[in-house]
């Protein structure tokens, strides 16, 4: 079954992930709620490829999560931001984090 499959899916879980199940769109996610708008701050923060970003930005946008707003017109530029949509998802980004921290620490090499 293929993630645009799952938007029809009985399963709440399933059709979100159909939305936000990547690794990249997370990053996205993240960074938005950390103060970041612009597509060179994303490619810069993630490390993604520009074409990955474009994708998930246009998927993330047709979903209602983030709006594009021009900021440039010569060349023609875009900030994007989370919708009163994208807001939501705050408190699922704070629990991955959350867990994360807890379940999966950063391991440090220790010195010799």
């Given at each position: 079954?293929?993630?645009?499959d799952?938007?029809?899916?009985?399963?709440?879980?399933?059709r979100t992930l159909s939305?936000?199940?990547?690794?990249?769109?997370?990053?996205?996610?993240?960074?938005?709620?950390?103060?970041?708008?612009?597509?060179?701050?994303?490619?810069?923060s993630?490390?993604?490829?520009?074409?990955?970003?474009?994708d998930?930005l246009?998927r993330?946008?047709?979903?209602?999560i983030?709006?594009?707003?021009?900021?440039?017109?010569?060349p023609?530029?875009?900030d994007?931001?989370?919708?009163?949509?994208?807001q939501?998802?705050?408190?699922?980004?704070m629990?991955?984090?959350?867990?994360g921290?807890?379940?999966?620490?950063?391991?440090?090499?220790t010195?010799?």
């Amino acid at each position: 079954m293929k993630w645009s499959d799952l938007s029809s899916n009985w399963c709440p879980v399933a059709r979100t992930l159909s939305v936000l199940g990547d690794r990249w769109t997370l990053l996205i996610l993240r960074d938005c709620f950390l103060g970041m708008s612009r597509f060179e701050q994303f490619v810069e923060s993630s490390g993604m490829t520009r074409h990955i970003l474009a994708d998930r930005l246009k998927r993330l946008v047709e979903a209602g999560i983030l709006e594009r707003k021009a900021y440039s017109d010569s060349p023609r530029r875009y900030d994007y931001v989370l919708t009163e949509k994208g807001q939501e998802i705050g408190p699922a980004l704070m629990t991955l984090r959350d867990w994360g921290k807890k379940h999966m620490p950063v391991r440090r090499a220790t010195s010799s």
